[in-house]
């Protein structure tokens, strides 16, 4: 499967195992969405389950957050990340506090599916990497997978969580892993070993890290599309870097990062978003705390720059195989 | 073309020979210091409005959104096709829990004036919206509140005590002292946990009704608002929803002329009703004489009976008169004429019920004084019962590290981290 389907199939399956789980958002229901994610859910499990929504993110949130008070399970999408911002108030003020303030009373067990992130001309509306918007949230779950069988296995049990989880998909990789070489063909996920993805249920638990590389010299900490741009990055360099899958950004897994930067002594931070206050700053943040005794350099950030996504100058915005390149050389020399 | 042009046929713009723009800001009918005058409201009299149909279409009552419901008139007689001709104990249930809400309001005000608790929000003058309301709709019905509407819980018999530990924060407040004071959470009341973010709650009771009717539920939601919150965006995408899904929702705008400071003219009310809004959505709307219990009884009935048949959403303005500051933070004779409470031309709630109660011969003078007297001493002892639990600040409150609990179903392992940090530092403190 590729991603999509992936994704499709983790909702088709939690869709079928419980009848409280609802799927709703912009051009989701009919047509399917516009990445095809929800392609034929409508068909099979009918309108009130599976629905269209007036262009209201702010609606679409408050709704489903009321859905959830009732006892639903909502899935709501917002069509990209970028817009995800009317929708702030009802994610920050109500679903991320609604078990805290009512102690328990009422909960909000939504997952919040959005595309998210760059590398497809998308320019300012349709690349952001709010990530660290929502990790600041206190009573929010931040997931971000890598690979088809991830999303799958983690959208399964973000549905199942009863906190809500805002899910962004890296819509770069919805159709095959992008290596950074945007003057490449593009690959698909067909043959891919992380493709290989079971029908039915299974589950990947929230709050765990993948190793998708071990190694012994350096320590990379990425998600999403990053992780594939480093993963090549590394092969190129011939540097034995471990590298992480973050997969969860909240609750994160501390102790893979503990264990890995204690063994490295090493650490680069890669990710999409804008530097200044992104997640990248609390990740440098927890390893100095942790492993300031262990360290042999300081720690590097690969970020987007502090700017709006551009569309032309994407590739000089885009934190690809150049400067992960140049910072593992950097690190690497102390 | 008559007007000025350039040469390319576009109108001329100002400061050449055209008059300048003005910007309107409005400005309330009277300030502090000045004499109020509420004759330019237009008061039909009570029993003149029709009463539709049910089942009509939004469009055909138009001007029901631009009316007044009104049952009680200046006799106390109930007249009119929206007299919901409610028995002699129901009037006498009204007037009790209308005069409860109104005592369990002077008690927790004098409590927070008297530093045992922060804060708190009176509903003076506007008793009859929560109680009439609560009356009108089945006890399992999910109310979505904003901050003016602890009548409701009256009205649901939740303990006052409760209520009050909740006030105070004390280690009896199932809120666990996470709240500001009225943030209440019921949900066996059927009573939403209260945010302090101004009509969030609209949509999200607008999905609580449309889980309801996607589930083949008989359940309804109603909701509240107060006229200055209509203004938010929320409000509007709520309309959008509850239209498109013909959710078996009631929307309630409480119109009590005030928002803090801001008169209604800041939400738009100089140039139409809040009512009215409805009409742009498809949904019906209907404006209610919002001091007149029996009138807002009526139209939530009409409103519940609508939903309940599958006839979709009705918007409900209560038409009345914040007769208090907004809060116990707020002085209102620092913007509004203080003659106004005293001049509104609507009246008092429980005035006017009790009015009626004894034109109706159920009730008389001495009645209603022992009433008083009786719900100023129960309130006195659930106070006093609820003091015992702790007051604010006085160190009965839910153990400090009880506040790490609930963020997350689960407690993960940084907050766990940070639990024990403050743990550890109180103690190295000798605390």
Redesign the interface.
Known sequence: MNMIQAINSAMDVMMDRDPDV?VMGEDVGYFGGVFRATAGLQQKYGK??VFD??I?E??I????????????R?VPEIQFADYIY?AL??LV??AA???????????SPLTVRSPFGGGIFGGQTHSQSPEGIFTHV??V?TVIPSTPYDAKGLLIAAIE???PVIFFEPKRIYNGPFDGHYDTPAKSWAGHPEAQVPQGYYRIPL?KARIARAGEALTILCYGTMVHVVENTVAATGVDAEILDLRTL???D?EAIETSVKKTGRCLIVHEATRTSGFGAELLSQVQERCFYHLEAPIERVTGFDTPYPHSLEWAYFPGPVRIREAITKIMKD | MTGPEDSDGAPASAGRNLPPLRLHVPEPPARPGESADFTHFDIPAAGSQPRPDEAAQPAEMREMAYGLIRVLDEDGRAVGAWNPKLPPETLLRMLRYMALTRAFDARMFRAQRQGKTSFYMKSTGEEAVSIGAALALARDD?C?PSYRQQGILIARDWPIVDMMNQIYSNKGD???G??LPI?Y???DAGF??I???LT?Q???????????A??GDTRI?ATWCGEGSTAE??F???C??AS?YRAPVIMNVVNNQWAISSFSGFAGAESTTFAARAIGYGIAGLRVDGNDVLAVYAAMRWAADRARANGGPTLIEHFTYRVEGHSTSDDPSAYRSAEESTLWPLGDPIARLKQHCIAQGIWDDERHAAMDRELAEMVRDAAREAEKNGILGHGLHHPMETLFE????DM???LKEQQQQMLDEWKAAGL
């Open positions: 609802v009130n389950r929504t007036p209201t702010c609606g949130i408050g709704v489903a957050v009321g859905m959830g008070a009732y006892g639903l909502p009317p108030d009802q003020s109500e506090r609604l078990r805290y303030r009512s102690a328990g009373e009422f909960i206190s009573g779950k969580d009863n906190d709050g909240v609750p994160l501390i | 999910m979505f199932r809120l666990k996470r709240q943030m959470s019921a949900r939403f946990s945010s302090g973010n969030t609209y949509p999200q009771a607008v999905g609580w009704a449309m889980a309801s996607a589930r939601a965006g929320d509007h995408s709520a959008t929803f498109v609930d963020v997350f179903e993960p392992w940084h």
